[in-house]
């Protein structure tokens, strides 16, 4: 069974930048096209990045495009998203997510096959 655990959520000012982590348990790392999702209360789950399987491609929402970067270490089975100049909006709870069949780059949570329990990120005015 493949296991998702999210790490580096908190509080930040606006402005400031975080980086949350996705240890993803497993040898098969390497296959999965992983993904970051995002959900605010009352709101549905949102896509926000997703990486190939070599970290060779990515893909953002227009709302994080040159603010967020998505990236990964197949060697420790973590992917990262770095966020930086972060808005109150970004406030949410982030999801990492893998999908087997790691060339493409999803951005539809629903073709995901595990996720993460998720980390609070908080982003203050």
């Known amino acids: 069974q493949v296991q998702l655990v999210e790490s580096g959520g908190g509080l930040v000012q606006a402005g400031g930048s975080l980086r949350v982590s996705c240890a993803v348990s497993g040898r098969t790392f390497s296959m999965y096209a992983m993904g970051w999702f995002r959900q605010a209360p009352g709101t549905e789950r949102e896509f926000v990045a997703t990486i190939n399987w070599s970290g060779g491609s990515t893909y953002y929402a227009d709302s994080v495009k040159g603010r967020f970067t998505i990236s990964r270490d197949n060697a420790k089975n973590t992917v990262y998203l770095q966020m930086n100049s972060l808005k109150p909006e970004d406030t949410a709870v982030y999801y990492c997510?893998?999908?087997?069949?790691?060339?493409?780059?999803?951005?539809?949570?629903?073709?995901?096959?595990?996720w993460g329990q998720g980390t609070q990120v908080t982003v203050s005015s």
């Open positions: 997510a893998a999908r087997r069949g790691g060339a493409g780059l999803p951005r539809t949570a629903a073709v995901y096959d595990y």
